[in-house]
């Protein structure tokens, strides 16, 4: 083959690989990544972390965004695979519907068979003050105690770490600080307060991580109270703030780009000496 006919050849190679990226980029960020749920795992090292809780298991789910019957099959998903990392203790971080409550029932009998040793806990976000009452009967109803402000003990194998469930602009000054905090907000951009804290680690969802998110450019798409932090884990101050991508799909979103949906689950090492 001449030259001059193998550069149209290479050229047309080159374009249907390129043309083939662009469709296969296209296909999973809206027919896959809005689908599957994974599982992202953290761990949390701590000196004030007791070492009777080394190796405690969190599940942290969020934004939901329950609309119709395919998401009430997709929150069956969720559950399954959270199960299958085996917490002990299991948070929801807020969002549940997106704004009608539907199938009221079914997606109780969905969220109790969350499996957790210590505990099932809730916080609330925006969307859930649409429905507020009918939204925590379900949680409650689910098996999940909702922290409006409220600390709690967690104890396991003789000794106790503290969780904080928190809402927007919280005082911050009746709550007892002498062992470790974890604290569970709805919006990220609070750590920026509570950084400065005695707080640890504070787990958040609310971003979506961005639905779209592109490695140095970051997160093309921010919300309020989800600007400073929007994807991911930050450390500043000695403190540590993890931002859960959600597992739902808000009305006008459509695609996921580096950002698939996710079950978190933090594991606790103890750094402590005793």
């Known amino acids: 083959m001449s030259r001059t006919i193998r550069k149209p050849v290479k050229r047309i190679i080159v374009l249907l690989i390129i043309l083939g990226l662009i469709f296969g980029c296209y296909f999973y960020s809206k027919e896959i990544a809005t689908k599957r749920v994974t599982t992202k795992n953290y761990s ?3 000196t004030t972390i ?8 969190i599940g942290f789910i969020s934004d939901i965004y329950i609309k119709n019957a395919e998401d009430i099959k997709h929150l069956e998903k969720i559950v399954e695979t959270l199960n299958q990392s085996k ?3 299991i948070i ?3 969002d549940l519907f997106e704004s009608e409550i539907i199938e009221q029932e079914t997606v109780i009998s969905i969220l109790k068979k969350a ?3 210590f505990g099932k806990f809730a916080v609330l976000g925006e969307k859930d003050f649409i429905n507020l009452d009918t939204t925590i009967s379900i949680l409650e109803n689910s098996g999940f105690e909702v922290l409006r402000n409220v600390q709690r003990s967690i104890y396991y194998n003789n000794a106790s770490i503290s969780l904080l469930g928190l809402e927007s602009n919280t005082d911050l000054s009746p709550f007892n600080s002498d062992k470790i905090t974890l604290a569970i907000i ?3 951009d609070y750590f920026n307060e509570l950084k400065n804290t005695f707080i640890g680690l504070q787990i958040s969802g609310h971003t979506n991580g ?11 798409s921010t ?3 989800g600007k400073l932090y929007n994807h991911g884990r930050y450390t500043e101050n000695d403190s540590t703030l993890i931002v859960s991508n959600g597992l739902g799909m808000e009305s006008g979103h459509e695609y996921r780009f580096f950002c698939p949906m996710q079950i978190v689950v933090v594991t606790l090492k103890s750094l402590s000496t005793q």
């Open 223 to 225: 919300v309020n109270q």
């Open 92 to 94: 929801f971080g807020g």
């Open 210 to 220: 961005g639905y779209i998110y592109l490695p140095y450019i970051k997160a093309l």
């Open 44 to 46: 949390y090292q701590s």
């Open 87 to 89: 917490c002990d203790m």
């Open 115 to 117: 499996e957790a040793t």
């Open 186 to 188: 709805h919006e990220p």
């Open 50 to 57: 007791p070492i009777e809780f080394d190796g405690f298991k």
